[in-house]
């Protein structure tokens, strides 16, 4: 017997099943090329922010600016939004940076130990130092104290612009084993705050 004769070949499709088949293979290929971009999405959560990146807090004009010190941060895009929150981490330190709305000035002094309560809410075992009189590189005004959550140890600040209309509060926090680097850049973001176009 000659090896030609030894070849086996499948049974020939008719066109139909053919049609169906390659129809399938294409409505299977569409869904995932549409899809992807979206798996992709809830997958990479984090997005990498440049040394330098200049990042607006706050629903309207009266904003706060806040500069990326470092490179390697990430940015959570899930748990952030440019009128409310940032949320960013780095080699075991994590940083919030959040807008509060105030109803009136009076409010300010309130901030702290609205501060305390909501960090407590969180987590029972966050405590909250007292505050000490702080001012950013940019000449903002605000009070600063240490914070701890368990095993992991940082700090708390608010910011407040000269007109009191609405508060940045900053918390970082880092692991045990975090990066002295990564902490020595967050406590140097924490100072960038800056109200750019609030009136002198």
């Known amino acids: 017997m000659d090896s030609a004769s030894d070849i086996r070949r499948p049974p020939r499709r008719t066109s139909r099943r053919a049609r169906s088949s390659v129809i399938g293979v294409l409505l299977v290929m569409t869904a995932l090329t549409a899809g992807w971009p979206l798996i992709d999405r809830a997958l990479n959560d984090h997005e990498r922010v440049p040394d330098g990146t200049l990042l607006e807090l706050g629903p309207d004009d009266n904003i706060a600016v806040?500069?990326?010190t470092g490179a390697g941060w990430a940015l959570s895009?899930?748990?952030s939004d440019p009128d409310s929150m940032y949320?960013?981490?780095r080699d075991g330190v994590d940083m919030?940076?959040?807008y509060v709305a105030l109803t009136a000035a009076g409010r300010a002094g309130e901030l702290w130990a609205g501060l305390r309560k909501v960090q407590s809410v969180a987590d029972e075992n966050t405590r909250l130092g007292p505050p000490h009189p702080v001012t950013s590189a940019g000449g903002a005004q605000g009070e600063t104290g240490t914070l701890t959550r368990g095993d992991r140890t940082g700090t708390a600040t608010i910011w407040?612009?000269?007109d009191l209309s609405y508060a940045?509060?900053?918390t970082v926090l880092a692991s045990p084993d975090a990066d002295?680097?990564?902490s020595a850049d967050a406590a140097a973001m924490v100072r960038s705050v800056a109200?750019?176009?609030e009136a002198p």
Do not use: D, N
């Open 66 to 68: 806040l500069r990326v």
């Open 77 to 79: 895009k899930s748990a």
């Open 87 to 89: 949320v960013l981490t």
């Open 96 to 98: 919030v940076a959040e």
């Open 160 to 162: 407040l612009p000269p």
């Open 168 to 170: 940045v509060e900053i």
């Open 180 to 182: 002295p680097r990564a």
């Open 195 to 197: 109200f750019p176009r």
